[in-house]
Structure formats: C-alpha cells, structure tokens
C-alpha cells in the first residue's frame, strides 16, 4: 500500500514537472544568418530585360530606403531614365542629385549623365560645354572610358570630326573587351573619313598615331576607284606600319569596297521621250537625273 502511493508521488511529480516545463519560455530557434541578397538585383534585372523605367523607381525607392548611397542611387536611376528615353524624368532627378564637394566621382558621373542628356536632346554644344573640365585624380578606368566616349560623341554631332578621332585615339587606351575596341576604331576611321583631302593634307604631320590615319585616308580617297592601285598602296602602307590596328580591323574592308566599286559601270543611259505627250515629263526627269 505505501509502495502504491510512492509511486503515484512519483507519477504525480513527474507529471507536475512535465506541465511547468511546458508553461515556460519556448525555445527559440538559432538565429538565421544576415541576408547576402544584393539591394541592386531587382532593378538591375529589370535593366536587363529591358524595363529602364521600372529599373529607376526601384533605384529611386532604394535612394530613399538608404540614405548613405542615396546619391549613388540616383545617379542610377538617372541613367536607367536615359536608357529607357525618359528625359524629363531623368533631368528632374539629376537636378535634385547634389553630390558633396569631396565626391569627385559622383561629380563626374552627374556630369557625364548631364552630357549625354544633352546629346539625346540634339545639344553637343552643350555636351561638349559640360565636359570641358580637368579630370580629377584616380578616376577609374570605366569612368575614363564614358567620359573621352560621350566627348567624341558630341564632337562628331557638332562636325568636329578630327577632335572625335583624338578622343576616340584616347579612349580606346581604356577599353579591355574587343569588340569595344573594334568598334571604337571603326568610329575612328568614320571620323577621319569624313575629313576633306585639304584638311587630311594639312593634319598628316600630326603624332605618329594620328598622321598613319591620315594617310590612309588620303590614299583611300584618292585611289579608291582604281582597286589595283589602291590594293598596291594599302599593302605597302601595312607594311609601313604593321602594328597598326586599322590593318586588322580597317584596311582589308576598305580594299573589298573599292573592289566593288570597280565593278560599277563608269557610263549609263537614260533613254526617254523627248517628243509627244510626254516630253514635258521626260524633260522633269532628266534634268532631275543631271
């Protein structure tokens, strides 16, 4: 008999245990390590699928959520304005982005977002007013690469085709991938291109770099419809200048073209009636012909 009630205090005891156990704090997880979920990634999908204005408002809402960057972000969302043809949007946001004066960076990128608005605008005057500046210290080589790239760009808009090659010649020391740099030399050679044989005769005794344009354009414009002529004289300017990259990237386009050109017809007819009910319309063509 006691030993049944010893064993029902026991039983009872445990089960008082087990109740105040259960009425206690719960035990809490351990905590879950901090998010690596970068802020940028929705806006910068949208820029890559092509939704730029959706882009800006996730940079704007970024700028208002983090105050540190806010600037930064701004200046993003001003480019994914621009990207997405936003003007108006994009000015008002670069005239309420006020980068610290200690922030050269971020006034420079202001200033070239700044220039490139006014390209889109048809403004190079004013492009190539805004970047009239002294560069400051240390500013990394992508930032170089849009700066001397929006210079030439409002250069060759406003016809100042010879000063868009000199920028093109400098950007193209801060361009790594190829197929930037083959481009950015077939924009150099648009531009040297569009020189007249005066202005290319005068400018041939510039640097080494520039006056091997030069002459290359001479002799493309002077020879062009002689394709054997003009072959002869592309080869021999390689082998002056081997090293150079309008060989690769240049030279063997401009030989096809002028073989081409060789096979245009040097005369044509243009057989119409000049007599009867419509010699007055024949006349009309013909002198718009000439």
């Known amino acids: 008999m006691l030993h049944n009630m010893d064993m029902r205090l026991l039983l009872f005891f445990i089960l008082l245990l087990t109740a105040l156990a259960g009425c206690g704090p719960a035990s809490r997880p351990p905590p879950e390590p901090e998010s690596t979920v970068d802020p940028e990634s929705r806006a910068r999908q949208f820029q890559q699928s092509g939704g730029y204005i959706e882009a800006a ?38 005239d309420l982005t006020k980068p610290d004066q200690d922030e050269a960076i971020q006034g420079l990128q202001k200033t070239i977002l700044l220039a490139r608005l ?130 690769t990237y240049i030279v063997p386009a401009l030989i096809a073209e002028s073989e081409q050109l060789d096979l245009q017809p040097g005369q044509i007819a243009l057989l119409l009636p000049f007599h009867g009910q419509y010699q007055q319309a024949a006349e009309a063509i013909r002198d718009g012909f000439l």
């Open 57 to 94: 408002r996730e940079y704007l809402h970024l700028a208002d959520v983090d105050k540190q960057h806010g600037t930064q972000y701004r200046l993003k969302a001003a480019n994914a304005y621009i990207e997405g043809r936003d003007f108006e949007a994009a000015r008002r946001v670069l």
């Open 118 to 247: 006014a390209l889109e605008l048809g403004q190079p005057e004013d492009a190539l007013q805004l970047t009239a500046i002294s560069l400051p210290p240390d500013i990394p080589r992508p930032l170089l690469a849009a700066f001397h790239e929006i210079r030439a760009r409002a250069w060759f808009d406003n016809s100042g085709f010879l000063e868009a090659a000199r920028e093109r010649l400098v950007l193209s020391a801060y361009l790594d991938a190829a197929e930037e740099t083959q481009d950015n030399y077939a924009q150099i050679w648009q531009s040297i291109s569009r020189l007249d044989l005066p202005v290319l005769e005068s400018t041939r005794t510039l640097s080494d770099t520039m006056s091997s344009w030069m002459e290359l354009a001479i002799l493309y414009k002077t020879m062009r419809h002689n394709s054997r002529n003009f072959k002869n004289a592309a080869e021999a300017w390689i082998q002056r200048y081997p090293e150079h990259p309008a060989c």
